[in-house]
Structures are given as C-alpha cells and as structure tokens.
C-alpha cells in the first residue's frame, strides 16, 4: 500500500523544520521507498512496516513537543504493486494520449 | 490519543453503506471510547490499541472489496487524556463566555 | 455537499481551543447544517456556500495566528441530499439487519 | 498558502487514472505553481486561486461521475510565500547539518 502522512509539533511555535528533519531522518534509514513532497511524505510497503515508521517518527517527535499533529492517507489496492512513482505516470501517460 | 478515521472502498460502486456497517461492528466490539459522526469515527486510546482496531477494519474490508481509501487523522497531546467528549465541550464553554 | 473540516493554529502554543472558540461562533452564525465532533465539524451545503464559511473561519483565525493548519474531506454524491444525520443512520442500520 | 488536495471517483470502478488524467488537465492549465506526487498534487497560490482550480477539477470529476471523494490541506504562512520546493528543501538542510 502507499501511505501520504504528515507529523508536525503544534506547540513549538511557527518553525517546525528542524523537527521535521528528525522524522526524515527516521524514514530514511528504513528500507522502504519513499517519496517527500512540500506537504507530506508518501511511503510504500505493508501495513505493519509502514506503520512501525510511523510510529517511530511519533515517538521520537513527542520526546521533543507535548502536542502533535499527524495525518495519514492510504490508497490500497489488492494484488498490486503500485510503486510510488507509477501512480502519477499512469494518469500523466493518460492524459498525454487524450491530447493526441 | 484521539484518532478520527474514515474507511470505505472505491471498487464497488456508489453506495457504501454495507461495507461501512462491517467496520462499525469491529470498532463497537473494542473496548475503546468511540463516537461516530457523518463523515467518520473518532476512537481514543493507546497508539497500539486504536492501530490495531483501524487495522482489523481494513482488514475486514479488503475481504470484500479490492481497493480501499483510508485517512487517519491523530491529536496527541502528552500526559492528558482528553476524552472524546472534552475537546468539543472545552471550545463551547469558552465561546459561550466570551459572548457574556 | 458534506464537508468534514478542521482549522488550528500552529504557532501559539499547546492550547487551541480559544481559537477555535471563535471559529465555532462563525459556523454557528452561518444557515448551514452542521455537526461538531471531537476532532472538527462537518459542514452541508454547495460548494460555495461551504467554501464561504470555511473562508471565514480562516480569514478570523489568520487575525490571531501566524501559521494555521487547514483540513478538508468533501464526500459529494450527486443528486443526492444526504443530511448528516442519515449517513451514520443508514450504516447503522444496516449493522443490526444483518446482525438479526 | 500551499494546498495537497487529492480527488477521485468512487463509483466508477477500480482504476481511476483516466478521471485523474482529466483532473491534471486543469491544474496543468492554470497559472500556479505545482507539484504532482503519488498520493495528490500540492498547489501554491492565494485561497481564492487555488479554491478555483479544486473547484473546476470537482466541475470536471462530477460530469464523469455520481460520487466522488476530495481531500484538501492546508498549510498557511502569514507573510511568507514558501514556495513548493522550499519546504522539503528546509527541513532536508536541517537533517544534513544535524548529522555533520
């Protein structure tokens, strides 16, 4: 399945990067493929490996800030291998041939 | 934690209600304090014991359907347990004094 | 159109819910049906009159805070008037058909 | 503000891409500056901006079908426009330096 999530301390005050790069840092010494973009994060694998990620960023966030924010969306579609990158291929290649 | 979630397939056409209905059976069986509303559930308790709850939905779903659209949404706040109830109570006492 | 949305701010600290405290007067002020929850506030209407209001809280909550964190989650049917109420009725009630 | 916002059919069958297609059609075709990832597209402009561009993308969805799903996020900095590449970019800054 691929995972969008976001995590950001809500009472640390309006910069929340370097606290943020303490999550990435997590997320990639895991093995799984993923993919950041400006909002979020989208990662790739089974439930439980995904999830394990994600908690280990909520741990290591709430040691630094009381109050946090998380927010987790999954598209998961059975017997298929998305790859993260093949999703936003296949609707780029759709919409090119309907140019044609 | 409080955790508001929605689950529902994408692959079976426009009513879901049916799908819905399995996964409310799952989440009134855990011991968890839950609260439906219109457009999801909002379940509190440990981050193991909600993840496990909001997997054995998924699970259940994908039994019957083959793709599914997940979003979790998570409050964490340290050392308080909020109770589901609080959070809209607090808001509402305080507009009712500042109206005073 | 139902509308689940949240609207916090994330600069000023670990207690929000005076913010929101305002934020609910707006909603509250507006003709349309609506739901608190523990985690946000579905919303039914048009697009527009829905977008106004979530304007509104937005412009109101942007006087006090630097920095806000918006989410929205739209389930729109088409000809379709749901009512808030009957979406959680119509699952729940297939729940006990099938548990008879 | 920068917006992730995510839309798709869910009455119209397992594969949505050809409906996705049609959707980066009129995001490409606007004047904003975005991102397409695995899971949605992050567009950056002012509210009334982008809010037209999501609200011709759910114009265009609802002419393909009867349901559909839309996810919207906001992140919204008084005084500071981001740009899209600039976060990822903030908090990737942060990791290396915390790691020299």
């Given at each position: 399945m691929i995972v969008d999530f976001t995590i950001f301390p809500?009472?640390?005050?309006?910069?929340v990067s370097s606290y943020v790069a303490e999550v990435f840092k997590i997320i990639e010494a895991s093995d799984l493929p993923y993919e950041h973009h400006a909002m979020g994060t989208n990662i790739e694998g089974d439930w439980d490996e995904v999830m394990a990620v994600i908690k280990a960023c909520r741990d290591r966030m709430l040691e630094q800030a009381n109050r946090i924010s998380i927010s987790i969306r999954i598209d998961e579609r059975k017997g298929v291998t998305n790859g993260i990158e093949k999703k936003v291929a296949s609707a780029k290649a759709k919409m090119k041939s309907s140019n044609a």
């Open positions: 809500t009472d640390v005050g309006e910069s």
